[in-house]
């Protein structure tokens, strides 16, 4: 596809399940980054990858999340033993590369309901 | 305390109107991206800016460094402007973004 595509685009689930939240970048794109927005509040960053490798997980909350890259283009964010504050839009965006003259592309989001 | 801070938090409008959002930032910074989402939607990139003005159609964005602020304009707004615009400042050598809470511009007809 031409944009960035995030599958699924809802998810429900229950308290202490695991997600697996997906994101396609656009083709060629190197540098891929996973955002988490919480309800009447921006985004907020999570992870940075450039290429396979995360670049910056600074932003991951605790150790119940991780994310992949492994083949540099498709990346998975996982959720272990949710939590009702997990509940949140997570964003995926995609550039061109790492550095700060790249456009930012993003995807509609995955929005994710922990009851 | 954000780093970020936006104003005003809510905008209503009528059609027609010249809008103009604001964004102060604290961090150091060597790109400003001002960013739309409309509601359920994704965010689209509408500009991003390290220095002076840009323009896309109907939309003006300026960036003072020293100050520290930038603002971004629509003339002649209309109601399929209404959306979120939100502002976010990356600063090192990637792209790990403070975003501001967004301003909710509501256009009447």
């Known amino acids: 596809g031409a944009g960035v595509s995030q599958t699924p685009s809802n998810k429900v689930t229950e308290k202490g399940k695991y997600v697996e939240l997906r994101c396609d970048p656009i083709?060629?794109?190197?540098?891929l980054y996973w955002y988490r927005q919480s309800l009447g509040q921006g985004p907020e960053f999570l992870i940075y990858f450039q290429g396979t490798g995360a670049a910056d997980d600074s932003g991951l909350p605790n150790d119940r999340f991780f994310a992949v890259r492994p083949e540099g283009s498709v990346s998975t964010l996982k959720i272990q033993r949710t939590e009702r504050g997990d509940s949140a839009v997570y964003l995926c965006?995609?550039?061109?590369?790492?550095?700060?003259?790249?456009?930012?592309?993003f995807g509609e989001g995955s929005r994710l309901t922990v009851l | 305390k954000n780093e970020v801070e936006q104003s005003p938090q809510n905008l209503t409008a009528q059609e027609g109107e010249f809008i103009t959002i604001n964004c102060s930032y604290s961090?150091?910074?060597?790109?400003l991206h001002w960013l739309q989402q409309h509601p359920g939607g994704g965010i689209v990139s509408l500009f991003m800016?390290?220095?002076g003005k840009k323009k896309h159609g109907r939309l003006i964005a300026t960036i003072n460094i020293q100050e520290k602020h930038s603002s971004l304009h629509i003339t002649a707004s209309h109601p399929r402007d209404s959306a979120v615009y939100i502002c976010a400042a990356g600063g090192g050598s990637n792209y790990k973004l403070t975003f501001g809470k967004g301003t909710l511009l509501t256009v009447n007809p």
């Open positions: 800016l390290s220095s």
């Open positions: 083709s060629g794109h190197t540098a």
């Open positions: 965006a995609s550039s061109q590369s790492g550095s700060n003259t790249g456009e930012l592309f």
């Open positions: 961090v150091g910074i060597s790109a």
